[in-house]
């Protein structure tokens, strides 16, 4: 954990997302990115452009995903792009949303939420809201989503993955399943959201897994 902590270094990152943007965009577009800094980026991307780390990206010291926000679209009809709340944007201070171990079995989401709640307690203007275990129902979760009070949402547990339907695919909660249909439907939805969960990031078929609740957060 500590070497974690010291590679992923507030300036580390933006070296790296620096260098991204050098690598995969040309000049051109990155001049034009500039120019519309203040709107929200929509990444549009085939399979291979989902394992480039675009949330990281740094354009001459500017952070798309921490400015106006920026989401991931996968190139198919079934998933719709992020739709900010631009009322977020001239709130003060940062609401950040973790959501936790809906089903109680993954030890390592907990400590996980744990971690981040500690972290971010620390850090000034930052308010934090807490869903874990049983808490985490789908009206729950649902409703905090479409609320319009985060900037940011962290979930840490089980997903599942569709192969025949990618679009459907989506988190298990402590009732139920949010596929990716409901969150298409949903009106309003933070600048940033952290799925971290086996399955989360798929866009293609592999393996299949033998059973899709079975997939779970490796910690070492």
Same mark, same amino acid.
């Given at each position: #954990?500590?070497?974690?902590?010291? @590679? ?7 070296? +790296? ?7 995969? +965009? ?17 990444? %549009?991307?085939?399979?291979?452009? @989902?394992?480039? *780390? ?9 952070? *798309? ?5 920026? @989401?991931?679209? /996968? ?16 709130? $003060?201070? +940062? ?5 936790? #171990? *809906? ?9 996980? =939420?744990? $971690? ?28 905090? +989503?479409?609320?319009?009070? /985060?900037? %940011?949402?962290? /979930? &840490? ?26 969150? &298409? ?8 959201? %952290?799925? #971290? ?13 033998? #059973?899709?609740? &079975?997939? @779970?957060? =490796?910690?070492?």
């Amino acid at each position: #954990n500590g070497f974690l902590a010291d @590679s992923l270094s507030t300036a580390r990152v933006a070296a +790296l997302g620096a260098t991204l943007g050098e690598l995969v +965009l040309h000049p051109t577009i990155r001049d034009a990115l500039l120019a519309a800094r203040k709107q929200p980026l929509s990444v %549009v991307h085939d399979a291979a452009g @989902s394992r480039i *780390p675009w949330e990281a990206l740094n354009i001459d010291g500017w952070f *798309p995903a921490l400015d106006a926000g920026l @989401s991931r679209r /996968y190139a198919t009809a079934e998933v719709v792009p992020a739709r900010f709340d631009a009322a977020r944007r001239e709130a $003060r201070g +940062l609401a950040v949303l973790v959501i936790a #171990n *809906p089903t109680d079995d993954l030890p390592g989401a907990e400590d996980e =939420r744990a $971690r981040i709640v500690e972290l971010l307690g620390k850090a000034r203007g930052v308010g934090v809201t807490e869903i874990a275990g049983a808490d985490a129902t789908l009206a729950r979760v649902t409703s905090e +989503l479409e609320s319009g009070q /985060y900037d %940011v949402i962290h /979930y &840490a547990g089980h997903a599942f993955f569709d192969a025949q339907r990618p679009g459907e695919s989506g988190l298990v909660l402590a009732d139920g399943e949010l596929a990716g249909a409901a969150l &298409a439907a949903l009106r309003r939805l933070p600048p940033l959201v %952290v799925f #971290n969960a086996c399955e989360s990031a798929r866009l293609r078929r592999g393996a299949r897994a033998p #059973n899709r609740r &079975a997939s @779970s957060l =490796r910690r070492n």
